[in-house]
């Protein structure tokens, strides 16, 4: 009998827990508000589920009420996108180590 | 067109980037590149939908339009906010994403066809317990964001606010999710799908609103995990590699962090989940309240102090954040430099409204990153220095937290001000801190309280040294 393919994804969203348990562990403290920025970017990956439904209707019906939702949700699929990546840059980008000059 | 096997290895080539993403953040200095990683992920996800769906007509047009709208939005918000309103940003990102997962799920509900899911009033079985749950969730994260957001923002008051029979309430609203879920699942009816939504947004609203606002921290981690989970729950429903990975690993870094701080108050997650910290307590404090003398002094004398120490401590909190107080004290700080004092900064775990909010903002201020310690670097080093200047902190200095078994942050870990020489305590007043305890540490000899806003004696220090 052959294995249904949930199992699959199934073992893989299994197997991630893990490895952002490590990986997360082994983030700086110092570090933390940055990391829940990206995560916050990445989980908007969401947005592919969103164009899905966007791109669903044909060309007489671009607007139904499921595709209008899906146009709803990249927006704010987007929003993340952007802030979050663009936000956590501004924040990578203000933490220095000391000059060496004194 | 893409063939869906090649678009399924591009998904795991951005899941792949985004655990890359986290990596980077084990240190400053890879952090830039892992946010790299992290956008050339989302790039490659978002690139792959569109050549795998190869719907390049009118519609196409329309998803780019509010691809545009949200991503200015987006970038115009990353460029304008002020980083000590980075709590409200993360709470506020948080709701989006919920809701994001939400409009997804009812996209997915009422036109299954175009995910493959079978057809209306006849969902697959799995896709529809998935796309239950990743609705749900998300509808739970969306408005738990919200009053996070509303609550940091200071729209909405940051006190707890209870009312009788608030527990059982939440508990038999999670039981009628449970249970609508089921009936959803074996009747497929719409109803029941708009029920379940809005049940789920009603105990996102409750869930929150008992919690106050020095419990942020956890409240904004778990809210991050939750956000993880939606986006998991969502992936299975779309079969979507790229979706389940990221979903795992931001549901369990928000776990980690949810659990981090928890650990920093030494309280257990339910104690923060079922709220009313420091609501009780502050009442039957103030019949008690005697009488201890403290002693004041005013900018000059700090001053002096710090002259002639040769090593400082600065303890920074949530408090600096409000008076805005860090480019203040960098400025102090920069002076003692030059007068070859030895200055470092004690981070402690909750101090501000979310994990790592002190250290942004000393960031921002130009404090390079080597001189900022976490809790267990610097607690031995308080003994051998000569001042500890606490600045808008106040509980996790509390000695009371390690002698008093009694006291509610009895077994807390704090930092042990109290072993230097001296220590300078910034505050407006002798207000209890949101535990509603007194500080042992007002009364020591060796404390000198400067009754002041953060900032504006930080400046007037910074001008008598």
């Known amino acids: 009998m052959e294995i249904d393919p949930f199992i699959f994804r ?57 595709s209008i939702f899906g146009f709803l949700a990249i927006s704010l699929a987007a929003i993340n996108i952007f802030g979050g990546f663009l936000v956590t840059q501004r924040m990578l980008s203000m933490y220095k180590k000391k000059k060496k000059d004194k | 067109m893409l063939s869906p096997n090649l ?33 050339i992920g989302m790039a490659i996800a978002v690139t792959v939908t569109f050549l795998l769906i190869g719907n390049f007509s009118s519609g196409f047009v329309v998803v780019l339009i509010f691809l545009l709208i949200g991503g200015l939005i987006g970038a115009f918000i990353a460029y304008k906010i002020p980083m000590t309103a980075m709590p409200e940003l ?24 175009a995910f493959n899911l079978g057809s209306p009033g006849n969902i697959k079985l799995g896709s529809l317990i998935e796309m ?34 608030q527990h059982p309430l939440n508990a038999l609203i999670l039981i009628s999710i449970i249970v609508v879920t089921y009936l959803l699942c074996s009747t497929q ?29 956890v409240v904004i981690s778990m809210l991050n995990s939750y956000s993880g989970w939606a986006a998991a729950g969502i992936g299975f429903t779309l079969e979507n590699t790229a979706l389940i990975i990221t979903g795992a690993l931001v549901g369990s870094s928000g776990a980690i962090l949810s659990y981090i701080m928890c650990k920093g108050m030494n309280r257990s997650f339910f104690n923060v989940i079922l709220g009313g910290f420091g609501a009780t307590e502050q009442s039957s404090l103030q019949q008690n309240k005697e009488q201890r003398p403290v002693k004041s002094g005013n900018a000059d004398d700090a001053a002096f102090l710090m002259k002639n120490a040769s090593s400082v401590i600065i ?51 130009n404090v390079p990153y080597d001189e900022v310690f976490e809790l267990e670097e610097i607690n031995n080093d308080f003994a051998n220095a000569d001042v500890a200047f606490v600045i808008g902190a106040n509980d996790v200095t509390n000695p009371v937290a390690k002698t008093d078994p009694q006291s509610p942050i009895y077994g807390m870990p704090v930092l042990d001000v109290e072993k230097c020489k001296s220590v300078l305590f ?40």
Do not use: C
């Not at chain 2, 951005?14 to 993403?21: D, P, Q, W, Y």
């Not at chain 2, 998300?138 to 009788?164: D, Y």
């Not at chain 2, 809005?198 to 606002?213: H, M, T, V, Y």
């Not at chain 2, 042992?440 to 008598?464: G, H, Q, R």
């Open chain 1, 10 to 66: 199934l073992s893989i969203f299994i197997l991630s827990i893990f490895i952002g348990y490590y990986v997360v562990w082994s983030v700086t403290p110092s570090l933390h508000t940055p990391l829940m920025s990206v995560t916050n970017a990445i989980s908007s990956v969401i947005i592919v589920g969103a164009i899905i439904a966007g791109l669903a209707g044909n060309s007489d019906t671009i607007f139904n009420t499921s």
């Open chain 2, 7 to 39: 678009s399924a290895i591009f998904y795991l080539i951005s899941g792949v980037l985004f655990i890359l993403a986290l990596r980077g953040l084990s240190s400053p200095e890879t952090s830039r590149q892992g946010n790299f990683f992290g956008i």
């Open chain 2, 90 to 113: 993360v709470a506020g990102f948080h709701s989006l994403v919920g809701l994001a997962a939400v409009f997804v799920a009812i996209a997915a509900f009422l036109n299954p066809e």
């Open chain 2, 132 to 165: 239950s749950i990743g609705a749900a969730v998300g509808a739970i994260t969306f408005s738990g964001s919200i009053i996070a957001f509303l609550k940091l923002q200071g729209i909405m008051s940051g006190s707890p606010i209870t009312f009788k029979g």
């Open chain 2, 189 to 217: 009816s719409p109803n029941l799908f708009w029920i379940l939504l809005a049940i789920s947004f009603l105990i996102g609203f409750l869930l929150i609103i008992p919690i106050g606002g020095a419990d942020m921290p």
């Open chain 2, 315 to 365: 303890v920074p909190g949530y408090g600096m954040a409000v008076a805005q107080a860090q480019h203040a004290l960098r400025e102090m700080v920069d002076t003692l430099k030059k007068n070859d004092i030895k200055v470092s900064y004690a981070i402690h775990p909750v101090a501000g409204r979310m994990p790592g909010h002190m250290n942004v903002l000393l960031a921002e201020a």
């Open chain 2, 426 to 465: 910034v505050k407006r007043s002798l207000s209890p801190g949101y535990a509603g305890i007194d500080n042992d540490l007002f009364y020591k000899e060796n404390t000198l309280m400067l009754f002041a806003d953060a900032k504006k004696m930080t400046e007037d220090i910074t001008k008598n040294l």
